[in-house]
């Protein structure tokens, strides 16, 4: 079946949507975007993701092509035409065609951006054969730019993170500094040792993740303990047990580290824990 997209201003078959070959996310990776997942036909942590939207398109000073309230009633318009019950929305945000290509881009306020939003249905997406089994990582340098933090369309590196760990046999790669684990090439990492989770603390250096938010409050509402600092990929190694969060994984076990084993090769306990945690309250909160 043909999905419905929206394309500035319009709801439009994915056959009919068109965007220009001078579009500035085309030819410069100018642009920022946001995931949201749906379960039950419901958003997830909508407010956190145009929160965070708004901060990337501030950091850019890119313009706003609509207000909050107006995404979320694009958010729920696509969801109810496309019959989604679980899977994603995606919306990205460009600076638009304000003309021939150039590397100094006009005044915000007289730029029109390109907004584009589309659906993608994944059923039992809360219920991933990867939350059962855990999944494998390698590690891998971290060659990004400076400003993680910023949640831009630049993710040619991320996706051949993503295929490093293919050809190795793994499921994902978990990005390093000078020793020091970043992130995943699309989520946050942390391990847990002797109880304790243990993430790195935000900055420019790693993408202020909307599920990790949510995941530390919940857990420190559930008197877990909590230390956010940077953690080394040795340590990672040696730990009890390790997890990733994102908007479309939730939180997901990590059983191996390289050729280091965690545990005794399952799901920990915080991890699945904490899985159960979030998705009940997320749930409850879904709009």
């Not at 036909?41 to 706003?64: P, V, Y």
């Not at 190694?237 to 005794?264: C, H, K, M, N, W």
Request: glycine share 8%.
């Amino acid at each position: 079946m043909t999905r419905t997209v929206y394309l500035n201003g319009e709801y439009l078959p994915e056959t009919e949507a068109k965007v220009s070959i001078f579009d500035r996310a085309f030819l410069m990776a100018d642009g920022v975007y946001e995931v949201t997942s749906v379960l039950g036909g419901k958003l997830i942590d909508f407010d956190g993701h145009a929160k965070r939207l708004e901060r990337s398109l501030g950091e850019l000073d890119m313009k706003a092509p609509c207000s909050k309230e107006d995404l979320l009633q694009i958010h729920r318009e696509l969801v109810a035409r496309n019959g989604i019950e679980d899977g994603l929305v995606y919306l990205q945000v460009t600076r638009g065609a304000p003309g021939d290509r150039d590397f100094a881009f006009p005044d915000p306020e007289t730029t029109e951006p390109t907004l584009v939003l589309f659906t993608q249905s994944k059923p039992g997406l809360a219920d991933a054969p990867a939350s059962r089994t855990g999944i494998k990582v390698i590690s891998i340098d971290d060659i990004r730019w400076g400003r993680r933090d910023i949640k831009t369309v630049q993710l040619l590196y991320p996706s051949m993170g993503k295929m490093m760990a293919k050809k190795a046999g793994a499921d994902d790669a978990w990005m390093t500094e000078d020793g020091v684990v970043t992130e995943g090439t699309s989520n946050n990492a942390y391990i847990v040792k002797n109880g304790r989770i243990v993430t790195r603390s935000l900055s420019n250096d790693i993408l202020h993740g909307i599920t990790r938010a949510a995941v530390l409050r919940f857990a420190r509402e559930a008197q877990m303990e909590v230390e956010e600092r940077d953690f080394t990929i040795e340590e990672a190694r040696e730990a009890d047990e390790a997890f990733v969060t994102s908007a479309s994984a939730f939180v997901l076990p990590v059983v191996q580290i390289d050729e280091a084993v965690l545990g005794d090769g399952a799901p920990g306990p915080v991890a699945k824990r904490l899985r159960e945690i979030y998705l009940d309250e997320s749930r409850k909160a879904a709009i």
